[in-house]
């Protein structure tokens, strides 16, 4: 393949091109320094300007407050599913929102650890919407609300949050994080895995409140799993991923220059529509997710249909429109729309989408419902 394809990819998923050029310039030789970011001690002064470049840029892009601690961990977004109950459930009670596969599994492993209630759940609809969060049964005693703001398989996503009576709030925005401006001091903790939106697999974001890190939690805890070491340590108690650190760094850069948070909502608003609005007119193609609740990340889609789903992911493959198979367990189709996807890339997916279905003979297709 001579020319680089739109990858629709859920995750890992595309990266600005800016940010791989700049990176590939830097590839045998950052800064002068004679050596690969690849072959850099994490504990040089060079790595070091990298690590507070990334950390200084995050907090000015999310306009992060003081008291919250910036986190760069492995373990991806899974670890956080159990590292969050081990460290935030002091009174060993947390109230999970479930709105889909992502949040569903973090409670299952939250329930490992003491009792993790479900207060509001959309199990019983297939996630295909959002659970009401209208009143929510929130416990005087839980430690924490749990929520995962868009859920990557189901393509659903909250326009806005619930109150959560003073509770910490702690939300899984793997894959929508930098999407759009969000209110840090609205949250206890916010988590990332970083390679849908961010950067390379291997790595996740954590942004917590200070008084939310235990000084002193139980010692049962494995030292690796505690976020106070994590914290004192400045992400680095071991070997860091500085690979995924400093290109994250490069993307939080240029997303600055890009004008920022609001300037990526501008846009990714104007994907997602011109996606929304030919699937809601086409005849064949029909989004999954209710449409009062669709994600502007994600956007599961299909004909009712496999073999005319295989045969126009086939030809998307064909004309470099690539990744854009459903997940396993909703089948269809998947195109992911993070901010490296650019508004061109669409307009020529859905004129791949309308090409086919004008091909179609048109008697008797009506799936879009
Ligand atoms: N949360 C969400 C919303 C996700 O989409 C994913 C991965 N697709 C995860 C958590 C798990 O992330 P990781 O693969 O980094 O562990």
Redesign the pocket.
């Known amino acids: 393949m001579e020319h680089r394809v739109y990858n629709f990819s ?2 890992p998923a595309a990266l600005p091109l800016p940010v791989l050029e700049s990176a590939q310039k830097e590839l045998l030789n950052f800064g002068g320094c004679g050596m690969s970011v690849m072959e850099l001690s994490h504990r040089s002064k060079t790595f070091r300007g990298i690590y507070n470049a990334a950390v200084e840029d995050l907090r000015t892009l999310m306009d992060i407050p003081e008291n919250y601690r910036i986190l760069f961990l492995q ?7 159990s590292m969050v109950p081990l460290n935030l459930m002091v009174q060993g009670k947390a109230d999970y929102i479930l709105s889909g596969a ?1 949040s569903e ?2 409670w299952e492993e939250g329930r490992k650890f003491g009792s993790a209630q479900v207060i509001a759940s959309s199990r019983d609809i297939q996630f295909t919407d959002l659970p009401d969060l209208s009143s929510l049964p929130i416990r005087e005693d839980a430690d924490y609300v749990y929520i ?1 703001e ?4 189901h393509g659903t996503a909250y326009a806005g949050l619930p109150d959560t009576k003073g509770k910490p709030f702690v939300s ?1 925005q ?2 929508m994080f930098l999407s759009k401006p969000c209110k840090v001091s609205d949250y206890g903790l916010i988590f990332a ?1 970083v ?2 939106n961010v950067g390379p ?1 291997g790595m ?1 974001v954590v942004i917590i409140r200070e008084d939310l890190i235990r000084k002193d939690p139980d010692p049962a805890i494995p030292t690796y799993l505690r976020y106070d070491v994590h914290s004192r340590a400045d992400s680095m108690y071991n070997t860091p991923n500085c690979w995924s650190i400093y290109l994250c760094g490069k993307v939080f850069r240029y997303l600055l220059d890009q004008g920022g948070l609001s300037a990526m909502e501008t846009r990714n608003r104007e994907k997602a529509k011109f996606l929304y609005d030919y699937l809601d007119s086409s005849r064949l193609f029909h989004g999954i997710a209710q449409r009062s609740h669709r994600s502007l990340m994600n956007i599961p889609f299909t004909s009712g249909f496999s073999l005319l789903d295989s045969r126009v992911i086939q030809r998307c493959r064909e004309a470099g429109l690539v990744e854009l198979t459903g997940h396993r367990s909703l089948g269809g189709l998947r195109a992911s729309l993070y901010n490296a996807m650019p508004l061109e890339g669409v307009k020529a997916l859905v004129a791949c989408l309308e090409s086919f279905e004008k091909e179609l003979p048109q008697e008797g297709i009506s799936c879009g419902s």
Do not use: M, P, V
């Open positions: 859920a995750g373990g991806g977004g899974t670890l956080r599913f992502w599994k973090a995962c868009n859920e990557t398989i899984d793997s894959s895995g390679q849908k697999a996740a």
